[in-house]
């Protein structure tokens, strides 16, 4: 397993951008080879933070053999520094969105250096699961639909969300909040869920609030 260590990473040199990095066509490819790993991904999102950043941090968390909270996964063997490639494949984005996504852990303090090994930090994971309003799932099912990472992140919001029916009340600026996008990114993100059939929507009068499911 090739590893990248701290320093490489930080610097954008070295294993970084050579082995880990060395994915072919580099940014415009797109990972969509082969079954994910995990059936699902969860994580708390930081909305100060971008996509890519919490979307990478729940496959990194999983292949470290981390629960959602910190937690040592019980039975889990673990893959302390997946490549740029196995990250990608696992979250069905493109390597260069995945790269941005470690890029943006490094700085954040997510990912620290242990034995010239990148693992993710467990204290990071908790602060972040503590915040429940914030709790994403990442289905394979919805990883393997191709999603951009801001359709993905609302997706897995609304997994990690909804009620014991499988459905979520929440208004177009309350999502982009609990994202932190903007309010035209959060619509063109829900345009897309709805026409690649990650997420449904309808409205239920007499208050014609929106529901998610």
């Not at 990473?9 to 415009?28: K, L, M, N, Q, Y």
């Amino acid at each position: 397993m090739t590893s990248c260590s701290l320093n490489d990473c930080a610097h954008g040199s070295g294993e970084f951008a050579g082995a880990i990095g060395a994915v072919g066509t580099g940014d415009a490819e797109f990972e969509r080879s082969g079954s994910p790993r995990f059936r699902s991904l969860l994580v708390g999102h930081d909305p100060n933070g971008s996509p890519e950043s919490t979307l990478v941090l729940a496959a990194w968390a999983a292949f470290g053999g981390r629960c959602a909270n910190g937690d040592p996964m019980p039975g889990a063997v673990s893959v302390p520094s997946p490549t740029l490639r196995e990250l990608a494949r696992e979250l069905g984005l493109h390597v260069g969105a995945v790269r941005r996504g470690v890029r943006g852990l490094l700085a954040a303090g997510a990912l620290r250096d242990e034995a010239d090994e990148l693992v993710v930090v467990p204290e990071e994971l908790a602060r972040r699961w503590a915040d429940a309003r914030r709790r994403v799932r990442l289905p394979a099912s919805v990883r393997q639909l191709g999603l951009r990472s801001e359709p993905l992140l609302l997706a897995a919001l609304v997994f990690g969300q909804a009620d014991g029916r499988g459905r979520l009340c929440l208004g177009i600026d309350f999502l982009a909040e609990r994202l932190g996008l903007p309010r035209r990114t959060l619509q063109r993100a829900l345009t897309t869920c709805r026409q690649a059939g990650a997420v449904h929507t309808w409205t239920v009068p007499p208050r014609w609030q929106m529901f998610l499911a």
